[in-house]
Structure formats: C-alpha cells, structure tokens
C-alpha cells in the first residue's frame, strides 16, 4: 500500500501483542463491570474499541471470527442473551473490514469521525437486542457510549500503534 505523505512506515504487528491487548480489553470489560458503576449504559466497551482498531489496521488477522467468540465470552461474563454482543461484535467487525482501506487515508481524528457510526451501528444491534428479549431499554445515557469511544479512539491508536513504530535511523543511504 502506498503510505501518504508524513505518515510513518510501522512495523509488522506482532500476534503476541494483538492477542495480548484483546484479552486486556476483555478484563478490562470486566473489571468495569463488576467495580463501582456496574453495566452503566455510558460507560465504553473497550473490547469493541480494541477489536474495532485491530479489525481496521489488521483485517488479516483479526477479523470476524475473533468478534464472534470475543463477544460470546463477554455474553456469558455479562450473563447476557447469548449473542447479544457476538452479534452486534461481529456486524461491527464486518463493516470494519468493509472499509478499513478508506478509513487508513484519514488521519487520527478524523478516523474517529469515521467510527463513530460503526460505534452506534454496534450499541444499537445490543439495545433492539435486549429490548425485543427483555423489554428493558436502558435510556438516554446509552447515547454517550459510542461518542465516548470515538473520543477514546485516538488514544487506543496511540497505545495500540507504538510498538509497530519504527526507530528513527540515522543512515542517510536507505530510503525507508
């Protein structure tokens, strides 16, 4: 892929690493929800956050199969509706997929403009979810999850992205 101008070369993404930062999603999902707050409707799902990042820069190895099984571990943690969120992980892996080239060209901030849709695409497959099975809604405050996590994107691509930085090298002679 041709790189745009002033963007830096990255490393290859190690599996370790992308595993290691899933399963830290994962416990953090839980931790948040077992702490102070419990399943508050505003607070982020890290999990999707994470998975959304590595389903955009990494579709090769992350893609559609990780969403499915993360969101059936985060169903039973949650003791939710089985597949609740296997499916609204996997409908959000999907479109990630779909335009995760496009999505490249952007810079940071403006990626976070692209994903937020995918954000509410993915909270709203899990509230007409839980809705049509339980008749629960969980209210306004369900509005803030997606717009918090758009606004945690640039920092999960921050964090995500610096192990695959290149050093910069003093030889003059190479042009990467």
Request: with cysteine.
């Amino acid at each position: 892929m041709i790189m745009p101008r002033g963007q830096q070369l990255l490393l290859p993404a190690k599996p370790f690493f992308i595993v290691m930062s899933l399963f830290m999603a994962l416990l953090l999902n839980m931790i948040e929800n077992v702490g102070l707050l419990g399943n508050a409707a505003w607070m982020p799902d890290f999990l999707a956050l994470v998975l959304l990042f590595w389903s955009v820069h990494q579709p090769q190895r992350v893609g559609i199969g990780w969403a499915f099984v993360l969101g059936l571990a985060c169903d039973v943690h949650q003791v939710s509706f089985l597949g609740q969120h296997a499916l609204a992980y996997t409908v959000q892996g999907f479109l990630a997929t779909l335009i995760h080239r496009r999505l490249l060209w952007f810079s940071v901030p403006s990626q976070a403009l692209q994903v937020l849709p995918l954000f509410a695409i993915s909270h709203a497959i899990s509230m007409v979810l839980r809705m049509s099975l339980s008749g629960s809604l969980m209210g306004w405050p369900m509005l803030f999850a997606p717009m918090i996590e758009a606004l945690l994107w640039p920092v999960v691509s921050i964090i995500l992205l610096a192990p695959q930085r290149r050093a910069p090298d003093p030889d003059e002679n190479r042009p990467l």
